[in-house]
T-cell receptor, first 113, second 108 residues
């Protein structure tokens, strides 16, 4: 069964450093998403991406965040200058259409020191 | 802003007992989705409800979407240890919001 993959599984970084989280969505999906989940809390929507542009973003997704689909397979989330409060699990998801099932990747656990 | 709350936050049940989690939105939702997240895992899609008053069943799981499309519920009949995890509702109002989740523990 096709699945969403994410790399790395864990990332430790110093405050102020840039990180790039990578995702490979399911190949025939058209919509891509990033979510974050602070430990023990709910899943929070960050951004959705369709047709090579952001279709929707939350108030969390400020200027320090950016997304990109640099080639036909990868979908990346960049955090420009990490803060302690960016420590969380970051999930990528993809779906065939905007209101269809979203398939989540296994997540990247980011720890900012 | 839009909020999606779930109650209870935690639920411990004996294996074989029933379990229900309730999802309430501050705004009308165009659809509601339910996800299950096992400890240490990622959310896994369970079902989507779209119509007002819709009820769907998956084996021991029954999902309901309220008439006003502002609330939903998930009921599990005769829980099993494999049902352990956190159940999230997620709905689309102005944006797509996940609920606060209900963590289910099943005691064998």
């Amino acid at each position: 069964e096709p699945e969403v993959t994410q790399t790395p599984s864990h990332q430790v970084t110093q405050m102020g450093q840039e990180v790039i989280l990578r995702c490979v969505p399911i190949s025939n999906h058209l919509y891509f998403y990033w979510y974050r989940q602070i430990l023990g809390q709910k899943v929070e929507f960050l951004v959705s991406f369709y047709n090579n542009e952001i279709s929707e973003k939350s108030e969390i997704f400020d200027d320090q965040f950016s997304v990109e689909r640099p080639d036909g397979s990868n979908f990346t989330l960049k955090i420009r200058s990490t803060k302690l409060e960016d420590s969380a699990m970051y999930f990528c998801a993809s779906s065939w259409a905007v209101r269809e099932t979203q398939y989540f990747g296994p997540g990247t656990r980011l720890l900012v020191l | 802003g839009q909020q999606v709350m779930q109650i209870p936050q935690y639920q411990h049940v004996q294996e074989g007992e029933d379990f229900t989690t309730y999802c309430n939105s501050s705004t009308t939702l165009s659809n509601i989705q339910w996800y299950k997240q096992r400890p240490g895992g990622h959310p896994v899609f369970l079902i989507q409800l779209v119509k007002s008053g819709e009820v769907k069943k998956q084996k021991r799981l029954t999902f309901q979407f309220g008439e006003a499309k502002k609330n939903s519920s998930l009921h599990i009949t005769a829980t099993q240890t494999t049902d352990v995890g956190t159940y999230f509702c997620a709905g689309r109002g102005n944006q797509f919001y996940f609920g606060t989740g209900t963590s289910l523990t099943v005691i064998p």
